[in-house]
T-cell receptor, first 113, second 115 residues
């Protein structure tokens, strides 16, 4: 079975600075997708970014980018120029060929003004 | 707002009550999901419906009874719940069958408290 581990329960960053959230996963599959979701206090789980395992190029969405290391089974999220609105729980998730999402336990990100 | 709407946002019920959670998606997806989110635990997948057919039941107690009358609506009927069932219940939908398009979109959840 696949597992997703987020080892940082909480992180904080100064506004306008850069922060990296860690995620590791375990799988025997070669074709899969990885996701980062954001859950602000409004509770809506919002997709931030996704990465297909076959693509070597790291995904980027505006201020959000990932560092995907397939051999190391690592999938970290970098947030540049942090803004107050980035404060939320961030969940890493894995989706394999069975099309089911497996989530990590989340990292609570605090932005310091 | 995404295209997934959940009602009610909050629900308080006694252990002997019967209530229902509702989820509606306006994204044209063919699959809908119920998740349970408890503090400090990963999201737990409860049920999956694909084209109105239940394809997944992750050993959920029978006091939770899902219903999917069509591919746009999903219900979770609750009866004789326990205090440990208190949690945030999230609904999601996606386009299953195409790995590239299968992205799950979530509603804002129902915060359930069982007294």
């Amino acid at each position: 079975a696949q597992t997703v581990t987020q080892s940082q329960p909480e992180m904080s960053v100064q506004e306008a600075e850069t922060v990296t959230l860690s995620c590791t996963y375990d799988t025997s599959e070669s074709d899969y997708y990885l996701f980062w979701y954001k859950q602000p206090p409004s509770r809506q789980m919002i997709l931030v970014i996704r990465q297909e395992a076959y693509k070597q190029q790291n995904a980027t969405e505006n201020r959000f980018s990932v560092n995907f290391q397939k051999a190391a089974k690592s999938f970290s999220l970098k947030i540049s120029d942090s803004q107050l609105g980035d404060a939320a729980m961030y969940f890493c998730a894995y989706r394999g060929t069975n099309e089911k999402l497996t989530f990590g336990t989340g990292t609570r990100l605090t932005i310091i003004p | 707002e995404t295209g997934v709407t959940q009602t009610p946002r909050h629900l308080v019920m006694g252990m002997t009550n019967k209530k229902s959670l509702k989820c509606e998606q306006h994204l044209g997806h063919n699959a809908m999901y119920w998740y349970k989110q408890s503090a400090k635990k990963p999201l737990e997948l409860m049920f999956v419906y694909n084209f109105k057919e239940q394809t997944e039941n992750n050993s959920v107690p029978s006091r939770f009874s899902p219903e999917c009358p069509n591919s746009s609506h999903l219900f979770l009927h609750l009866h004789t719940l326990q205090p440990e069932d208190s949690a945030l219940y999230l609904c999601a939908s996606s386009h299953r069958g195409d790995l590239a398009k299968n992205i799950q979109y979530f509603g804002a959840g129902t915060r359930l408290s069982v007294l």
